[in-house]
């Protein structure tokens, strides 16, 4: 990548223009050609450098339960589970970490209760007993985005001892849903690229717009941007630092976890009799040296101990949430 193709990058992660020609707006911000951009921008989809160009929702707000699962699996069953587990459609991430507890996944449902009855047959199936369900009980933040520029990593402003505001569910109408449907495929790298979005609704691209700038006021879509591929970017360590607070002042070192720079998402989680770590923070690095060290000076300057940092040693799974494609069938 060339100084262009990384301040592309970083700039459309945590904000793509909404308007109808958003690689103009970017461009005349970067002192660039629109049409450098568009062409760069659809290299770094094809080479999966982005994943997906679009919003990120919150499932909470489109009414979804999902939780954080940990397992322990026989290391000679570890693959079969893992697929096992991968080939449910509400499993987002799935991976390998060393560890009592090896596989670890996110798992999103329609509701608390699907989440219930998808863990025990999931338990039931691969007569996996140890398999816990640990929900964000408080999320701190959730940030993902990489400075490619160099320039110096800053967390976002917000005050260290408050918790993110719990979610509120939002009733969409058919055509909402269909446009999430139409969404979280991506926008195509080209000058209108919500148009076609529009066009199968219907809908003038104006409109379009306007939807996602108000489910972004309301937090049904957490950020519009670039979905990146953080391995091909160079930060090839995912840490998922634990810790042990005191319950009495839980969401204050919560929230000062959630200060520093390198970490994406934090979050309060119930401790297990044999884990008994309630907040949970993912660090990423170009190097697991470089996080063990963020995670130490994270110890250091928060106080908080005992602590541990799990790497992924594989990825069984890891994709975007498909929103209402039940609703699509009917």
């Known amino acids: 990548m060339d100084d262009l193709d990384k301040r592309i990058l970083t700039a459309i992660q945590a904000d793509l223009p909404l308007q109808e020609r958003p690689f103009d707006a970017l461009a005349a911000a970067l002192g660039v050609q629109a049409g450098d951009v568009v062409r760069r921008v659809r290299r ?13 929702f919150d499932s909470r707000c489109l009414g979804y339960a999902s939780t954080l699962v940990a397992a322990k699996v026989p290391a000679d069953r570890l693959e079969d589970v893992a697929a096992r587990v991968s ?65 110096p990593p800053r967390a976002p402003d917000e005050p ?26 991506g926008l195509p790298a080209r000058p209108e690229p919500f148009a076609a979005i529009a066009k199968p609704l ?40 634990v810790f042990r607070a005191p319950a009495a002042g839980v969401d204050q070192a919560g929230g000062l976890l959630a200060e520093f720079p390198e970490v994406s998402h934090c979050y309060r989680r119930p401790p297990l009799p ?5 907040l949970y ?22 106080g908080l101990a005992p602590f541990d940092v799990l790497f992924s040693a594989r990825e069984f799974k890891k994709v975007s949430m498909r929103y209402f494609e039940e609703d699509a069938t009917r």
Do not use: C
Request: net charge neutral.
């Open 44 to 56: 770094f989809l094809e080479s999966r450098l982005v994943r997906r160009l679009g919003p990120v």
């Open 87 to 151: 080939h449910l459609p509400g499993v987002t991430h799935n991976y390998e970490r060393p560890g009592t507890y090896n596989l670890w996944f996110t798992l999103t449902a329609a509701s608390a209760d699907d989440l219930d009855r998808t863990l025990e047959t999931l338990r039931r199936e691969t007569g996996v007993a140890d398999l816990h369900s640990l929900p964000a009980l408080a999320v701190y933040k959730i940030h993902v985005a990489f400075d490619l520029t160099g320039d």
């Open 160 to 185: 260290a001892d408050r918790r993110r505001p719990s979610p509120v569910v939002v009733a969409l109408s058919d055509e909402q849903k269909h446009l999430v449907r139409l969404l979280q495929d």
């Open 202 to 241: 219907g809908w003038p691209a104006a409109r379009v717009i306007e939807q996602v700038r108000e489910w972004l006021r309301t937090g049904v879509v957490r950020r519009f941007g670039a979905v990146v591929s953080h391995r091909e970017l160079g930060y090839r360590a995912n840490g998922m630092a």
């Open 274 to 278: 044999d884990f008994p770590y309630n």
């Open 281 to 302: 923070a993912m660090v990423h690095g170009h190097s697991e040296e470089e996080v063990r060290r963020t995670v130490v000076r994270m110890a250091d300057e928060t």
